[in-house]
């Protein structure tokens, strides 16, 4: 028994399994020593194992077929039979560098790196249209999903959705047979993933061994869980009232980055509010941050990196650390 975190990755290209972890590893041990190299020492020095649930092969895979004519079926072997690629190591480590120089992270800092990058973005704008417009005429769910194909493919063949979790589940299973105190960190598709798993933890009779054990904290970052395109295809979404939501959390922190256009600042604590009105949880807490990753297409406000060196988000952790 023992305090263990495990990260959840989102969508989109990744590297291989070893430069992700790599890097997540990395951007976290920073984060947490903008509040104090004590806490940081606790996971640099591996006395709190971090673990990685890598899934990048799939969604690589998948961005790759989904540029390919003929369309590529999914097909059971998939994962050896297309030939996708992986990003490059080294390709964030400048990025990387630059993230850790910013020593103020509030809201005037943030407008100057806009004002500096000459960034205006307005995705976050086009999204909501998107949203608004496409859930009056009822086909949010496929919109969505054509913009983000590998997010899309997690919900429409069961063959991507089960092997994405059973990463999850092999990793936070035996932790929790064990009794350890778990900390889940999870970005954007890696949020529906956790989510997905703790429900089917919580409540499907075969984990019954299971159903009387916590995450004690899931944090996440950049989430869609609040989109409608998304809340609308969870897996607890066609369970009857009183077999809906996980039961196994604690306590839930989401962070939402401004202009982060996947999260867009959707309050959970609302979305999930069933949760803690049936005492499910003990705690829902939304917060808006500033991510200030700048890569090789200008700012990004959703990118993981940004997230995990972010002091809001890493007080948290360290005040779970310490407990």
Known sequence: ?????IVVHGRATKPKQNEKYRLVYKALSHGLSRYSDEVAQMVMSKVVPVELVYYGDVTNALLWASHQRPQKKI???FLSQWNYSYEHNGRYDAAMESLFDIKQQSSDAYSHLKFQLNHFSSANDGIDFISRVVNLLGINDEIINS??????AYFKYRTIGSLIRYRLQELLVPALHKGDDI???????GCVVAYDVLWKLSRMSEYSALHDKKVNL???????????????????????????????????????????????????ADCFYPMYQRQLIDLIQDHIVYNFWVGEHGL???????YLDNLSVTRIIAEWLMH
């Not at 913009?147 to 899309?152: K, N, Q, S, V």
């Not at 900390?183 to 598709?189: E, F, Q, T, V, W």
């Open 75 to 77: 097909v059971t072997d």
């Open 300 to 306: 990004n406000p959703h990118k993981f990196y940004g």
């Open 147 to 152: 913009i983000m194909p590998d997010l899309g």
């Open 183 to 189: 900390c889940i960190i999870s970005h954007s598709l």
């Open 218 to 268: 899931l944090i996440t970052v950049g989430s869609p869980l609040g989109e409608p395109a998304v809340a609308k295809q969870l897996y607890d979404v066609h369970e009857p009232e009183d077999g809906r939501y996980p039961k196994n959390i604690s306590e839930w922190h989401n962070f939402s980055a401004a202009d982060d256009f996947v999260s867009r600042d959707i309050r959970h």
């Open 1 to 5: 028994m023992g305090k263990r975190i």
